[in-house]
C-alpha cells in the first residue's frame, strides 16, 4: 500500500503461457487466449479485476479451453464482463461466458453481434465491493473502444489503445488517425502507474509508452507528407513500400491501412486531397 492508502501496482514476473493465470497485481489476473499470430502476438489477454467480486475484461475469443480458464480463476465471483471493443480477437467469447456465468455485459454499444446488458459511456463506472473501475472512451482503433481505469492502482486496461512491443493499426472509416491521436493524449493526461494491454506483457512505465506512441505516429504522418510532396500525387500502392520500408513486407497489406488513415487526418488538415485505398492522393500544402 502507498502512504494515502492507494494500493501501488509492484513489478511482477509477467508470464505470457496461454490458459495460465497471472497474477500481476494485487487486484489483477491475467489469462492469455490460445490464439497467437501477427497481429495478436502471444494471443488476446483476458483480465480478472477484483477478488470477492470479479470483471472480466475483454473474454476473448470463443474457445472452451479459454472459457474453462477463465471460469476456474473466477467461479461463482465474476460478476460482470466488460469488453474494450468488439473486434473478433477480443469479444466473441462474451455471450458463452455470460450464459456460464450469468454474468452482465457492458460494453460502448450494441455491435458486431455483441448485445450489451449495460452500455458504458465515457465516465461510467463499475462498482464492486472492493474497486472502481472506470470506462474511458478511446475512439480511434475502433469508434466503440474503450479503456478501463482501476482506480485503486491507478491502472489502465488499455484494449488495443496501447500494447507492449507494437503499434495499432488504424483501419478507416471505424479506424480515424486524428481520433486514436486525441484518445492517446487523453490517457497521457492521466495519473497511471501502469498499463494492462490487449496484447502482450505490463507496461510499467506508462508515460514513457504513451510518449512514444504519440511521437511515433507523427513521425510517420510526415514520413507520408513528405513521400506523397515527393511525387506529388500518388496512390497508397506507390506510397506504401516508401513509407513502410521499416516494416517487414508481410505486414504491407494491413500497413495500408494505417497509411490509408494517415492521409486522412492529413486531408482533414487540409494538406492532402484524395480518396480511398485505390485513388489518387495529392498534397496541397
Not at 472459457?67 to 467461479?75: K, Q, T, W
Not at 466473441?92 to 460494453?107: D, K, N
Not at 463499475?126 to 470506462?135: K, M, V
Not at 505486414?251 to 494517415?262: D, I, N, T
Amino acid at each position: 500500500m502507498s502512504g494515502d492508502g492507494r494500493t501501488e501496482t509492484a513489478s511482477v514476473v509477467d508470464t505470457l503461457e496461454p490458459g495460465v493465470p497471472c497474477a500481476l497485481s494485487p487486484l489483477l489476473r491475467r489469462i492469455v487466449a490460445p490464439n497467437p499470430g501477427p497481429m495478436t502476438g502471444p494471443g488476446t489477454n483476458t483480465y480478472l479485476v477484483g477478488v470477492d467480486e470479479v470483471v472480466v475484461v475483454d473474454p476473448g475469443p470463443d474457445d472452451s479451453s479459454h472459457l474453462d480458464a477463465i471460469e476456474a480463476c473466477g467461479g461463482e465471483r465474476i460478476r460482470w464482463i466488460a469488453l474494450t471493443h468488439t473486434h473478433p480477437d477480443h469479444a466473441p467469447a462474451a455471450a458463452s461466458l455470460r450464459e456460464r456465468t450469468g454474468a452482465e455485459l457492458c460494453a460502448f454499444s450494441a455491435r458486431d453481434g455483441i448485445r450489451p446488458d449495460r452500455r458504458l459511456a465515457d465516465g461510467a463506472v463499475i462498482d464492486a465491493t472492493e474497486f472502481r473501475l472506470r470506462a474511458v472512451h478511446t475512439p480511434g482503433h475502433a469508434g466503440n473502444h474503450l479503456c478501463y481505469f482501476l482506480e485503486e492502482e491507478r491502472l489502465l486496461l488499455s484494449g488495443d489503445h496501447v500494447m507492449a512491443g507494437s503499434t495499432v493499426v488504424i483501419k478507416p472509416p471505424d479506424g480515424d488517425m486524428a481520433a486514436y491521436l486525441d484518445s492517446l493524449r487523453k490517457v497521457r493526461a492521466m495519473p497511471l502507474r501502469a498499463i494492462a494491454p490487449g496484447h502482450g506483457p505490463l507496461i510499467e512505465e506508462p508515460n514513457a509508452v504513451v510518449d512514444w506512441y504519440i511521437a511515433h505516429r507523427l513521425e510517420r504522418e510526415q514520413k507520408v507528407y513528405d513521400a506523397l510532396a515527393a511525387h506529388g500525387s500518388a496512390t497508397i500502392a506507390t506510397l506504401l513500400p516508401v513509407v513502410y520500408g521499416d516494416v517487414p513486407e508481410a505486414l504491407h497489406p494491413v500497413a495500408r491501412y494505417s497509411l490509408h488513415a494517415h492521409l486522412r487526418k492529413l486531408a482533414g488538415d487540409g494538406r492532402v486531397v484524395g480518396t480511398g485505398l485505390r485513388g489518387r492522393w495529392t498534397v496541397t500544402s
